[in-house]
């Protein structure tokens, strides 16, 4: 892992989302470095509304089983080569981190918690981007499939809000063009 220290805009403005990464596997101990650092986002009460499962070196094999299941269809009928090109967006990550909220009753406390819990995933992104290590953050359906939430022992009253996988890559995609202020920002009065 390589050691960059980018500045917080730096990070921000370069930062892209990897959707194709080279295979290399991400170190546990680097991405929990990273987790580590991330749990310094805003959240309301300190409440800190998450959790991870986090995916890693050998345990790659049985969450890409899982996923082989409950994401390609039929995959049992497909030629080997054409199961290895669905999986190859499962399989080139080198690591994977589930986010898991709590689901609050209230509203309120709802909505903080999914934001902070966001903020927090922002976070890991950045950090992540900071040391050479892409990242995307995913919301399959099959994050709320009940087999999948058993996999990931996923309590009642909780959510899987993303996949975010991450791994190292080599090539960083062209940003998508972003509106700037003059197009979203009012005055207040006017
Ligand atoms: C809540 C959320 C859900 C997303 N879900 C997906 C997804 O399911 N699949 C995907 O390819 N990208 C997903 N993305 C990534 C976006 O496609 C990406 O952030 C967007 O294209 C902007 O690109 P950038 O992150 O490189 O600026 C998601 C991003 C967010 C914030």
New binding site residues.
């Given amino acids: 892992m390589s050691e960059q220290f980018l500045s917080v805009r730096d990070a921000i403005i370069n930062?892209?989302?990897i959707?194709k990464f080279n295979g290399q596997s991400v170190k546990r101990e680097d991405l929990l470095g990273i987790v580590d650092d991330a749990v310094w986002a805003p959240n309301h009460g300190n409440r800190e509304p998450w959790r991870l499962v986090i995916a890693c070196d050998d345990d790659l094999v049985a969450l890409h089983q899982l996923l082989r299941e409950l994401a390609v269809p039929k995959w049992q009928e497909l030629s080997s080569e054409d199961l290895a090109k669905q999986m190859a967006k499962f399989t080139l990550p080198g690591g994977y981190a589930f986010v898991i909220v709590p689901e609050d009753a209230r509203q309120k406390e709802r909505l903080e918690d999914y934001a902070a819990a966001s903020i927090f995933i922002q976070n890991i992104q950045l950090l992540a981007w900071d040391k050479g290590i892409g990242s995307?953050?995913?919301?399959?359906g099959f994050l709320d499939n009940p087999k999948f939430r058993e996999a990931l022992k996923v309590q009642p009253g909780e959510r899987v809000i993303?996949m975010l996988q991450v791994g190292y890559f080599d090539e960083v995609?062209k940003?998508?063009e972003r509106k700037t202020s003059a197009q979203f920002v009012t005055n207040f009065g006017e």
């Fill in positions: 930062r892209r989302s959707k995307c953050w995913k919301t399959p993303a995609p940003g998508k």
